[in-house]
């Protein structure tokens, strides 16, 4: 195995395990009150802010490396946070929240589908495989069953599914210039911006609350909850997710991503002290068996056998 993979599973899984924390945090400030506007525009320009300083410190004397990743950046902010956030939560309104995150993680799937277009070469039996088993074990973990499919609710988790798949091909090219903290710090900025405009014409409603909110069955002040959701769910998750897609590629750390409600579960297991039911168990062993499925796909299929202008299934800019 190459070196850097290792490296990049334990940063892509510790960043599942952070993105996997969100929910409960956000549900208690849901719960205290907030609109999901307002956690969405508090989590993301919270994570811009924490960013801002070692952002800056790090492109010192490299602003022209800005200019060249103009695209990257855009790609980040605009589809990966700002379209994703938007319209997950849009589709909420329509379509339940299990069946909108089993759409947003079509992802992974719509970036094997873009590489098969780019290079016109089927994946391996092997990767398909992974897919389709992965997607049954989301499902499964989701407990999405039985549940009304709305047009424009399914239309917009699509959208948030996009911005799913673009958070990979940002954040795995391997030849960018920027340094991971920069991209994400320059990414959520971007993405808080677009959020707090459609936050000020009430596209995302906002409304927040400051009194003490309930996280795992206790009363803390508003405040460790914001500052978790900040600090761990967002600025420490989009770094170590675009830590991991450098050293494992946007295929394989996209479909690690997939452990992200597996965390969630577990988070709430821990916390909450509610434990998996039995099909969510086997939804998780899905789920594993699926990412090795993609892992051995890429192993069939040598990376001295792509095309040189496509970075780990991402076509170059």
């Known amino acids: 195995m190459h070196p850097r993979r290792p490296l990049g599973l334990a940063f892509a899984l510790t960043s599942a395990a952070t993105f996997g924390v969100s929910g409960i945090l956000a549900a208690s400030l849901l719960e205290a009150g907030w609109s999901s506007g307002a956690v969405t525009l508090v989590r993301i320009a919270g994570g811009a802010l924490v960013l801002l300083a070692p952002t800056l410190w790090l492109l010192r004397g490299r602003w022209g490396a800005v200019l060249r990743s103009w695209r990257e950046v ?28 089993l759409i947003e993680f079509l992802g992974p799937v719509l970036l ?38 709305h047009p424009v609710g399914v239309l917009l988790a699509l959208g948030a599914a996009v911005g799913n798949a673009a958070y990979w091909a940002a954040a795995s090219r391997a030849d ?38 309930e996280l795992a069955g206790s009363t803390v002040p508003m405040w460790v909850a914001v500052a978790l959701l900040i600090l761990v769910a967002t600025a420490a998750a989009y770094t170590l997710g675009i830590l991991g897609a450098r050293r494992l590629g946007a295929t394989l750390a996209s479909f690690v991503g997939y452990a992200e409600p597996m965390f969630g579960i577990l988070w709430t297991a821990l916390l909450l002290a509610l434990l998996p039911t039995g099909m969510q168990w086997a939804g998780a062993a899905a789920i594993i068996a699926g990412v090795v499925l993609v892992k051995l796909g890429q ?17 170059s800019p």
Do not use: K, N
């Open 176 to 213: 960018s210039e920027l340094p991971p903290i920069a991209l994400a710090g320059l990414g959520l900025a971007v993405g808080a911006i677009v959020l707090g405009f459609a936050s000020a014409t009430r596209l995302l409603p906002f409304v927040a609350t400051t009194g003490p909110v």
């Open 112 to 149: 094997v589908a873009v590489t098969w277009l780019a290079t016109r070469r089927a994946p391996a039996l092997l990767t398909i495989a992974g897919a389709l088993v992965a997607l049954v074990g989301l499902a499964l973990v989701s407990g999405v069953g039985g549940t009304a499919l």
């Open 74 to 101: 855009l790609v980040l902010g605009l589809l990966a946070v700002a379209l994703c956030q938007l319209a997950f939560f849009s589709a909420v309104a329509y379509i339940s929240p299990a069946l909108a995150l």
């Open 299 to 315: 192993i069939d299929r040598p990376r001295a056998s792509r095309s040189p202008a496509i970075v780990e299934g991402i076509p």
